[in-house]
């Protein structure tokens, strides 16, 4: 193998044997393959996002309807019985934090964290979380366990 006879691997390359635009001599001059006239036909034509070749686009035939508060903020919700899994299991003793949760996937990193009443629990653990319903806060509490909002 030496310089003079190098080449591109077979099927890597896909130019075509005609080079556009480059007068009437070479067969595609002229026109240059891209007809008569129209947007397609002009330099630096880009079809928009949905264009639809003039026809309504679908976005804006099909109805809205709602609201969507801007404000929202969505929490992750874990109950209780997933935290007596976590206990019973002994991944966790008497604590379960803000990065415990993410260790174990319970949340992603910047999810808010809402602790839900589903399930019994039995015993003493320390819950760190963003929000707690009424149920969960009680339950844990009852269980001899601490409830710190973030």
């Given at each position: 193998?030496?310089?003079?006879n190098?080449?591109p ?6 130019k075509n044997?005609?080079?556009l635009g480059?007068g009437?001599g070479s ?10 006239k ?11 996002l949905g ?5 309504m ?14 404000n ?7 109950n ?11 991944k ?6 803000l990065?415990n ?5 319970l ?7 809402k602790i839900?009443?589903?399930g019994k ?5 320390k ?6 319903s009424?149920s ?8 001899g366990?601490?409830?710190i909002?973030?």
């Amino acid at each position: 193998m030496s310089l003079n006879n190098l080449k591109p691997a077979s099927g890597s390359t896909h130019k075509n044997s005609k080079r556009l635009g480059r007068g009437q001599g070479s067969g595609k001059g002229g026109t240059a393959s891209r007809g008569h006239k129209g947007a397609k036909s002009r330099s630096g034509y880009s079809k928009k996002l949905g264009f639809e070749g003039g026809q309504m686009p679908l976005q804006r035939r099909v109805p809205k309807f709602g609201f969507k508060n801007i404000n929202r903020k969505e929490y992750t919700g874990i109950n209780i019985d997933t935290i007596q899994n976590l206990v019973d299991s002994k991944k966790i003793k008497k604590e379960l934090t803000l990065d415990n949760i993410i260790l174990f996937q319970l949340a992603k990193k910047n999810d808010l964290v809402k602790i839900l009443g589903r399930g019994k629990i039995d015993v003493p653990v320390k819950v760190s979380a963003h929000k707690f319903s009424a149920s969960a806060k009680e339950a844990i509490e009852n269980a001899g366990g601490e409830v710190i909002s973030i």
